[in-house]
């Protein structure tokens, strides 16, 4: 069984429309993650859910809005896609708070916005 | 606020030779430190983390990272590489005081092992 699994692998759409992308985990974490990686390998942090609450909220344009109907789930939607989201954006989850904790990581939605 | 380098973007290296992978990072409160690797289009895998206690961690995989405080350093080290190794080798680190498990993390460096 996948621990984190991501669907789709693949996403190739026009600039303007709007996406969504599912996460699951059957680790029973608490605390789930959407990290970004860019066309050069940098990672960076997009939101954390705890037990379906909101804790971090990085900079991030208001076009992406993650929701968590539970707390296994943590989906990302994005609309008016531009150009600059291509990118593979990666779901993880954790236990507890997330702090010092492993981070099991899904295979990654890879983006390609034209 | 704290960030992350990997002062190597690319390391190639012959089989069964020794590997440094060298990580620097900039804090001015407490951190936890992180290596993950990914393998060609997969996710990331952690491989050792540095919570507290004894400098030296081990981790999976035969890999191994000593932290330095006075350096701010945390290098990942493997006496014999094998093939398998090849992938893209991550350091990170995280606030001890942060809620969230919030990762930070540095640039890669592209671990390439050659026969």
């Known amino acids: 069984d996948t621990a984190v699994s991501q669907t789709p692998k693949y996403l190739v759409t026009q600039m303007g429309n709007d996406k969504s992308i599912k996460c699951e985990q059957n680790l029973g974490h608490d605390t789930m993650y959407w990290y970004k990686q860019d066309s050069k390998k940098f990672l960076k942090i997009m939101f954390s859910?705890?037990?379906?609450?909101?804790?971090i909220n990085e900079t991030v344009p208001n076009r992406f809005s993650p929701k968590s109907p539970d707390k296994a789930h943590l989906n990302l939607h994005i609309n008016s896609l531009e150009l600059g989201d291509s990118a593979v954006y990666f779901c993880a989850s954790s236990h507890g708070q997330g702090v010092g904790e492993t981070q099991y990581f899904g295979p990654g939605t890879r983006l390609l916005v034209l | 606020a704290q960030s992350v380098t990997q002062l190597d973007s690319q390391v190639p290296v012959f089989e069964e030779a020794p590997v440094e992978l060298r990580c620097n990072y900039s804090s001015s409160v407490s951190v936890y430190l992180f290596w993950y690797v990914q393998y060609p289009n997969q996710g990331l895998q952690l491989l050792l983390k540095?919570?507290?206690?004894?400098?030296l961690v081990k981790g999976i995989n035969g890999f191994e990272a000593e932290f330095n405080k006075s350096q701010t350093s945390f290098h990942l080290r493997k006496p014999s590489v094998h093939i398998s190794d090849t992938a893209e080798y991550f350091c990170?680190?995280?606030?001890?005081?942060?809620?969230?498990?919030?990762?930070?993390f540095g640039q890669g460096t592209e671990l390439s092992v050659k026969p």
């Open positions: 990170a680190v995280s606030l001890i005081y942060n809620q969230g498990g919030k990762l930070i």
């Open positions: 540095y919570l507290s206690g004894s400098t």
């Open positions: 859910y705890n037990n379906k609450e909101l804790i």
